[in-house]
């Protein structure tokens, strides 16, 4: 039996037809679509963007921002931070890029998460942030790009990776320099058995130190000029100082894990990569001077220290096998030995701290659903080997770890630093 369609106003298909054409003179009037609307001309169709929002972007999340709003198919919509300041110049920055005044700015990050239009975020907050805004956004059903490091304990290190997997969402850590040409160069020397059998990986760290002691406690501004609760999130609560906001929190143990994870985040991962251990971590940490020594079960020695290095720049890596080396840093440049392994092969070599071809891989992975070269499991490895290197510098002592069950052995001490009590009401 046929059914006549009605509107809710009323309107059937007929009717609006036969108004249509009374409106056109007697002749249906085509809709005129401009090509960008479809793709065309350059531009992208809106079931090709990314529609993403970020949370915490300062300085470093700043120099994402400019990548990601330059790139044809993202869409930055919406932004959330603690301080009114930093909300305001987002939101600035993408009502300029999008030529309209509608990036929404939010206080309180949840309240972006609940909305259903936005597909990927860019977390870029301090440290203490980081595992629990990334498992947070995986639950909401959304993508994202965080900046490193990813965690500032072991346990949340597992709880991400795992959080990943079962969500299945896209997650790449802010260790761009896995797609820096240079970097890739190195460790493919390393991986292709160039450098002949591989014995030592170098990563360059800081001194690993933090200091527990508070800042003066100062006037607490309003809520709306800067949420200190919220900015303190999961960590401990203290008086409010206007250091700790303005980027002042590093090295205070509450907010950081310290000089081996700050640097290591990056160059521990080049050297898991260059040592194909990805999945998994050095099973021995003996603490040094400067930072820590550890060794893998396939005997490949791992050295964190902060100096010696050949002025290449920062963050920089050395591999060593028993018929060469190389080293290389963030202002592009490489060293060999022998100068034969440098081939003929022309390396698109760049600045280290650049995130360009990292937040590219990950876009094309929000739309491809491909694993990213900095995903959540790979992260988990290289960070808890960061970790477990700073605990038994602070403890002062060589510790043996199971990378199957993510324990130290036979120490309970150990173990109890592996995790970090929250504040309510926050939880992974």
Not at 200 to 209: I, M
Not at 229 to 249: E, K, T
Not at 346 to 372: N, Q, W
Request: charged share 25%; with cysteine; net charge positive.
């Amino acid at each position: 039996m046929k059914t006549k369609l009605t509107s809710r106003h009323g309107l059937t298909r007929r009717s609006f037809l036969k108004k249509s054409l009374v409106a056109g003179g007697g002749v249906m009037l085509p809709m005129i679509v401009p090509g960008r609307v479809l793709g065309r001309d350059g531009g992208v169709a809106p079931s090709n963007r990314v529609v993403m929002g970020g949370f915490g972007i300062g300085r470093r999340g700043g120099s994402d921002l400019e990548v990601l709003l330059h790139e044809p198919d993202v869409q930055f919509i919406a932004i959330a931070d603690v301080r009114d300041e930093r909300r305001k110049a987002v939101k600035e920055m993408a009502d300029q890029k999008n030529g309209n005044k509608d990036c929404a700015m939010y206080r309180d990050f949840r309240e972006l998460l609940a909305r259903r239009d936005i597909d990927a975020l860019l977390i870029a907050t301090g440290d203490r942030w980081h595992s629990l805004a990334s498992i947070l956004t995986a639950k909401a059903g959304k993508d994202m790009y965080c900046e490193k490091p990813c965690s500032t304990n072991i346990a949340d290190s597992v709880a991400l990776a795992e959080t990943m997997r079962r969500y299945g969402r896209v997650y790449q850590a802010g260790t761009q320099r896995r797609n820096v040409g240079n970097f890739v160069f190195a460790a493919e020397l390393a991986r292709s058995g160039k450098l002949g059998k591989l014995h030592t990986v170098h990563a360059n760290t800081l001194a690993p130190g933090t200091k527990l002691e508070w800042l003066p406690a100062e006037p607490l501004p309003a809520r709306e000029v800067c949420d200190w609760d919220m900015w303190l999130g999961p960590c401990p609560w203290r008086p409010y100082n206007s250091r700790y906001v303005a980027g002042g929190w590093r090295n205070h143990f509450d907010f950081h894990g310290g000089g081996i994870l700050e640097w290591g985040s990056h160059t521990i991962d080049l050297c898991q990569w260059a040592n194909d251990a990805d999945k998994t971590v050095p099973i021995e940490y003996e603490p040094t001077a400067q930072g820590c020594i550890a060794r893998y079960a396939n005997g490949v020695k791992l050295v964190m220290r902060e100096s010696g290095w050949m002025g290449l720049g920062t963050c920089s890596v050395r591999y060593e096998g028993d018929e060469g080396w190389v080293e290389t840093g963030d202002r592009g440049e490489f060293k060999v030995y022998p100068e034969s392994l440098r081939g003929e092969r022309v390396i698109k070599a760049g600045a280290g701290t650049h995130p360009g071809s990292h937040l590219r891989e990950f876009l094309d992975c929000v739309k491809s659903r491909a694993l990213t070269s900095a995903n959540g499991d790979v992260a988990c490895q290289s960070h808890i080997a960061s970790h477990a290197a700073y605990i038994s510098w602070q403890l002062g002592r060589k510790l043996s770890y199971d990378p199957v069950k993510n324990e130290f052995i036979r120490d309970e001490e150990a173990n109890r630093m592996r995790a970090r009590a929250k504040r309510e009401p926050w939880r992974v």
